[in-house]
């Protein structure tokens, strides 16, 4: 086989052709080789430019090795070395996670590089996932029992907390990022946990020499990932089309779906919508699973009136014409979240919550059992809430003499609830739209 060839500068206007109108962007970059090289190729596509747009080179110090703080200040003399500005963003869980690490760490590295992008101005943040990975997730997905939507592959760009996030290599292969960067003289860094038999990842990688044996190589696997994903873009329009006419969205985070104009033509088209109101319910980054998401989906299509069932923390409750889907409170409830004058918070990781100089101090959480009665001259559409789904509203307390100050559905000039998911931001808060 061939070795690799290095990226040349030829290539560079089509990798990044869709970031040319941004003025300023952010570079996610770990100290290994696929973010450096993404690194190394974002700044000399900037330079053939004139020097636009700005790039502010983004790197995150989980603090679960002792070398990542002299990681993340190499990759902070790269950045110094190529003439761009650079940050690290240190992450400080109390206490550290015991369990799926990799997720924990995963999720902690959205959060500190959107709040980078809203800090910085950044038009959108750029990642280095690459050939290989995609070959990788659909291996790891395979696994896992994931459907068509999951097999799809990596999206070339995704939105966490109102901030893109772009993957531009996606169609190279790690082999070249390596190519680059020795051709350049530069030096990368070496993740261990990237070989630990213990994450599901490196196992993977382990057994792809097997798998390139029977004809299962990289640029096999990522291709079957991008028919998939075609496959999953035609289902989502009609799934699309389908939500449009059968669900509406309070903002009080509870969905409903309107039973008579649910008859999807496919399972799959189904699946997709239900999968995509529990992500949205949840405020989650993922979808759910999508064995326990079959289950749901034939007993919410059966005529059994009453709760159906649960799925990631999302509560399923049918009425004869009408599918309620809310938060599940669960045994230890919805937490609590205190409130200073001004301030802003984020309540249950579904609702931002800000108030104004002027309020008292809040505390903000669920109505709880006493929901009717908190709001029982407030009532629109509301009365038509299941009692349950009702309890797990947010409300905004006066942290004080414990009065009830302002709700979703019964705003005040004091305090302010947004859901993060963008179905509920835009929520109608008429009767009509609950239908």
């Excluded at 389908?242 to 309107?258: C, D, K, M, Q, Y």
């Excluded at 599940?328 to 104004?356: I, M, Q, Y």
Aim: aromatic content about 6%; charged content about 20%.
């Amino acid at each position: 086989m061939a070795p690799a060839a290095a990226v040349v500068g030829d290539e560079l206007p089509a990798l990044f052709a869709g970031l040319a109108g941004e003025a300023r962007l952010g570079v996610a970059v770990s100290g290994g080789p696929d973010s450096t090289a993404l690194l190394l190729l974002a700044a000399r596509w900037r330079a053939a430019r004139g020097g636009t747009p700005d790039l502010v080179v983004l790197t995150v110090d989980h603090g679960l090795r002792a070398e990542a703080a002299r990681e993340c200040a190499e990759v902070a003399a790269l950045a110094v070395r190529l003439g761009l500005a650079a940050a690290t963003l240190r992450w400080n869980p109390e206490p550290p996670p015991v369990s799926d690490v990799e997720a924990a760490a995963r999720h902690a590295r959205y959060a500190l590089l959107a709040a980078a992008a809203r800090e910085h101005g950044l038009g959108a943040v750029l990642l280095a996932h690459t050939e290989d990975d995609v070959a990788e997730t659909l291996l790891l997905r395979l696994a896992r029992g994931s459907g068509v939507y999951g097999l799809g592959g990596i999206p070339e760009e995704r939105v966490v907390d109102g901030v893109r996030f772009v993957r531009p290599l996606l169609g190279l292969t790690k082999a070249r990022l390596v190519a680059t960067l020795a051709e350049a003289g530069i030096g990368w860094a070496e993740d261990p946990m990237n070989a630990d038999p213990r994450f599901a990842r490196a196992r993977v990688r382990a057994a792809r020499p097997a798998l390139e044996a029977i004809g299962l190589d990289t640029k096999t696997l990522a291709a079957t990932a991008r028919r998939l994903a075609r496959a999953a873009a035609a289902l989502e329009r009609s799934a699309t089309g389908l939500l449009n006419g059968s669900t509406s969205f309070a903002p009080e985070g509870v969905a409903v779906i309107w039973m008579p104009a649910f008859q999807p033509i496919y399972e799959e088209v189904g699946l997709r919508i239900l999968a995509r109101l529990v992500q949205a319910v949840r405020a989650a980054e993922y979808v759910p699973r999508l064995a326990p998401l079959e289950r749901l989906l034939e007993a919410a299509l059966s005529r059994t009136v009453g709760r159906v069932g649960t799925l990631a923390g999302v509560v399923a409750e049918r009425r004869p014409r009408r599918l309620w889907l809310y938060r599940e409170a669960g045994r230890s409830g919805l937490g609590t979240t205190d409130l200073a004058p001004g301030g802003n918070g984020l309540w249950d990781g579904r609702f931002r919550v800000s108030a104004v100089p002027d309020a008292p101090p809040l505390r903000i959480a669920a109505l709880g059992p006493r929901a009717r009665a908190l709001v029982a001259d407030r009532l629109g559409w509301q009365t038509l809430l299941p009692a349950r789904a009702a309890a797990t509203v947010p409300g905004a307390f006066d942290a004080v003499t414990g009065d009830l100050v302002a709700t979703p559905f019964a705003p005040s000039p004091l305090v302010a609830f947004r859901h993060r998911d963008p179905l509920f931001a835009a929520a109608a808060k008429s009767t009509d739209a609950i239908g």
